[in-house]
């Protein structure tokens, strides 16, 4: 059995990785990818306390890595995690974790474009994570969303690409500076009012991209289009039973959720870091007291 199970390692659960390790104790930290979360994502990061001049996402999430690497980190997938016996239990495709405390770090999952009907082999070419493409060069790439990530996704993937920004709408929910440099730079479009009709397949196998605007029909080609048209909590592995109890659990002090999972709209790594630290600090009241009740008992 584990002192502390995490399931994530984003900024959050990193960061309460690291406060419970000073503590003494040893959690268990899951992420079945690459930790760093959507800090890979993030093309600058202004707003990060002790980086005045900003820092790269992906740079920061380096700095987070070099931190936790006495961490032992378990690159597996929960799948289900459910609550028998007093104890917590995480399920993964190879394994079973038991453990009293655990930090929900879980972060987001992306809002799926839909409204429009695509050719089934152009699908593949729809992708939510930047990571699936941040290294290509040369490509013709859509972006749909209108908020801070569609906007900071495409001044990433310009440095190296050809980008345009669809929105449905004619109002933007990005900050204005992010707004003002897509808008000025050499290598971006942006197109308000224009929403994806149909998605076909060109003999060259580029994605022919048919969208309706203000001015009428208007054709794109692209290689990519990412969907960058908000996030909702990733708790889908959490059993009905967790969930229903959720309150309980953590008015107990034995469940913690933490970072972009329940912050809503807040979704900043700083904000992330802390709840991750606070977590970390009560995990450790919560084992002091449950250990001084121990000893009373036992004298």
Known sequence: MDD????????AGMAAAIQLKRYGLIPRLFEKSQPGGLLWNANWIE???????GISGTELAGIFIEQIKPIMVTHEQVVELSWKKGLFNAITPNSHYQAKLVVIASGTKPKILTGFSINNEMAKNIVYDLRLIKEQSRK??????SGDIAFDYALNLAKENSVIILNHSDQTKCLKRLQDQAEDHQNIE????????????????????????????KIFRSDY?????????????????????????????????????????????????????????????????NEHESNCIHR
């Open 47 to 53: 707003n990060y306390p002790g980086f005045p001049k």
């Open 4 to 11: 502390v199970l995490i399931i994530g390692a984003g900024p």
């Open 190 to 217: 942006y197109c308000p009012q224009t929403r994806i009709e149909k998605v076909e397949k060109s003999l060259e196998g580029e994605m022919i991209v048919e969208c309706s605007s203000p001015f009428g029909l």
């Open 140 to 145: 013709k790439i859509i972006i749909v969303g």
């Open 225 to 289: 289009i990412v969907g960058a048209i908000g996030r909702d909590p990733q708790i889908d592995f959490i059993s009905s039973s967790v969930k229903k109890c959720a309150a309980e659990y953590e008015k107990k002090g034995i469940l913690h959720f933490v970072g972009d999972v329940k912050n809503g709209l807040f979704r900043q790594a700083a904000i992330a870091v802390g709840d991750g630290i606070r977590a970390g600090m009560l995990i450790h009241q919560k084992v002091e007291e």
